[in-house]
């Protein structure tokens, strides 16, 4: 169903007077299965709203919803919900004469797809935009789950639970893409008609608050990784604990979707491995920490690693950064890669607040950050004062390079009278002795005019 397009830095065809429409799932597990949630959010180029539709899909009987722990679906849930068949000319309605927009197109195409096929039905390819590769041309993260390019790229709305809250944060991260790196079309996109389905009805979730997220919800923001798998348990540890049972359901997807017992083992082995040591390099680790890992790690069958201790301390560096500029994304990725806690709002446990030249200077953050303790910088001096850069040679005061540069001037010029002096005839003592003069200047001058070393 959706055919990502190649993009391209400046000098491609830019996406003015487009719209795109991003769309999101809620499956029944990794490999492709059925749909149990749909959300699709219009958008003009320009970030302007233009629509968006959000509804609970019915797999059919004796279909289980999948990992209700991650996506939060119950079977009493999809009983009274309508079919994909009902909700596809709704969606088709709003996508038509726009660009598709996914985080991740392979995955949502391939259920999409089954479910179309399921109904006998043939779509032209809808050109789309993949949000993960385009994240990736831009910034360096340690991982592109949409949570953590969301949170890098300051897009405030939080993906959760819900495919509209996936839907709405990948349509913000689309124009802001687009609109603040650049980014062009190879070639112009081609948007096919689309044939028309009778209007079926939807039925939305109630729209849950997102829960705060834990501390480990923030540290899997900072681990590498590039696994499916993994980013499934990432999104179960939102709320900071996991069950046996739970856990049990997870590594049963896992395996339906072709992953062997090894690879599961392993991925577990090494999301607690890499929660420990996000929690240790933070030097402080509170009671709650080391209660929560060791309770995951028990749950995940993972045993030493696991067995965190709390550790007295001061502060941990917690950053948050203010700003809509590419200077401001690429510091918050940048936090995030150096394995620093990158807060979303201001709390008393900001360490630093820093803003772009985007943000005013009456920003009331400012003054409130700085109130609280925080450290307020400008985004320029950030990585440095957070220890991400050496800071800079000090540059010589202006008299003293002159005097420097009129030195080694001096010293050339003597160094040119000794070569000419020696082919003259001039004694070979003299010689060296104006030589040694002419070094000295030189090496003097360079001394004077060059920054001072560290």
Known sequence: MIESLPLLGAGGHPAHGLDFTAVDIRTTGLRPGRVVELAAVRVHADGSFAGELSTLVNPGPGVPP?????????????????????VLGPLLDLCDGSVLVAHDPAFASAFLDREIGLLGVRL??????????????????????????AHALGVPARPGQSALSGARAVAQLVTGLFGRYGLTFA????????????????????????????????????????????DLLADALADQHLAHDEVAALAE?????????????????????ALREIAERDGVVTAAEARELRQVATALGVGPAGDLRPTAGGKATRVLVLGTTVEADRLRARVLAEGVQLAKKLTGSVTHLVADA???????????????????????????????EPAPSPAAPASKRVGGRVLMGFGLLVMFVVVVGMFGGTPLAAGIFLGAVGVGALLGGWWLAEPAPR
């Not at 943000?359 to 220890?387: I, K, S, W």
């Open 358 to 388: 985007s943000v005013p200077a009456t920003e009331p953050r400012l003054a409130r950050g700085a109130e609280l303790g925080a450290v307020v910088l400008d985004v320029r001096a950030a990585p440095v004062a957070l220890g991400f």
């Open 66 to 86: 999948g990992p209700a722990l991650v996506h939060g679906i119950t079977s009493d849930e999809l009983d009274g919900a309508p079919s994909f068949g009902e």
């Open 124 to 149: 032209p390819p809808l050109p789309g935009v993949s949000t993960l590769a385009a994240a990736k041309s831009v910034v360096r993260l340690p991982n592109y789950r949409l949570a953590t390019v």
């Open 253 to 273: 997807l896992a395996t339906e979707a072709g992953l062997s017992e090894a690879h599961v083992r392993s991925t577990h082995e090494q999301l607690v491995t």
């Open 187 to 230: 070639a112009p996109p081609v948007l096919p008609g689309l044939p028309r389905f009778p209007d079926g009805r939807l039925l939305p979730r109630a729209e849950a608050r997102p829960a705060e997220p834990g501390w480990m919800a923030e540290a899997v923001e900072r681990i590498a990784a590039d696994d499916a798998y993994l």
